[in-house]
């Protein structure tokens, strides 16, 4: 059975409204979503989004942004995490972990993408991927290109085609794609990912924080997570 994205999208962000703010708060910000589909018309869908993080942003604080919007995150699988999880749990120690999650990476773009030596290369010295870059307490993480599209997008030249290849999220490639602006706040669901790993490794809450993203026209979609002490 193929999974809608779009009902299983709204679905996660309708459940994240009401744990955040409430029942009346949640039906506020979903209005006019509830026939939204993956075989819905495309700027119906983009429209929607962009509106319901206009009311976000308007209605919600920051915090309670943050919270709603890294809880509609795609998630990184729970079980491929044990392994590093028990080793932090042994060790306490951030930078093996950091090292382990590096490793499992690597192995991802050898065997699942087949890329070359000198394409793994390149992303790791760009700090793409998985682990981030290590600094004091925190990760910097850069998220890689949307997997289908990297070697189309190490290949393009025009900067704004890049950041639409970029993006692993199909609602906002179609909203840059028709050239509709669309609050970086979402860009939180994107920042869950990163946050959902660390806290599934540590089994301790850690923050993010959205330092660049296409959406504003930067290059890249960069995000802080900051470790506990």
């Known amino acids: 059975m193929i999974e809608d994205f779009e009902k299983n999208w709204l679905a996660k962000f309708s459940h994240s409204l009401e744990s955040v703010v409430g029942e009346e708060m949640r039906n506020t910000i979903m209005k006019g979503s509830q026939e939204l589909s993956d075989v819905s018309d495309r700027r119906d869908i983009i429209e929607w989004s962009r509106r319901a993080m206009e009311r976000l942003d308007e209605f919600v604080d920051k915090n309670k942004r943050i919270e709603i919007m890294t809880g509609c995150a795609c998630e990184y699988p729970k079980s491929e995490l044990q392994e590093i999880r028990k080793t ?22 050898k065997n699942g993408l087949k890329l ?63 050239g509709i602006s669309i609050s970086p706040t979402y860009c939180y669901c994107g920042a869950g990912f990163y946050k959902s790993i660390w806290e599934e490794i540590l089994q301790k809450p850690v923050s993010v924080e959205v330092l660049e993203t296409v ?6 979609c960069k995000i802080a997570i900051s470790l506990p002490s």
């Open 116 to 178: 070359d030596n000198d394409m793994i290369g390149e992303i790791l010295n760009r700090g793409w991927g998985l682990a981030g870059m290590k600094q004091g307490n925190k990760i910097i993480a850069t998220k890689i290109p949307k997997s289908g599209y990297l070697l189309e997008y190490m290949k393009e030249t025009d900067p704004t085609k890049k950041r639409t290849l970029y993006c692993h999220c199909p609602r906002i490639r179609d909203a840059m794609k028709k």
């Open 88 to 109: 932090y749990e042994e060790t306490k120690d951030i930078d093996l972990v950091h090292y382990m999650l590096q490793e499992k990476f690597v192995f991802f773009l």
């Open 215 to 220: 959406i504003k026209g930067d290059d890249v």
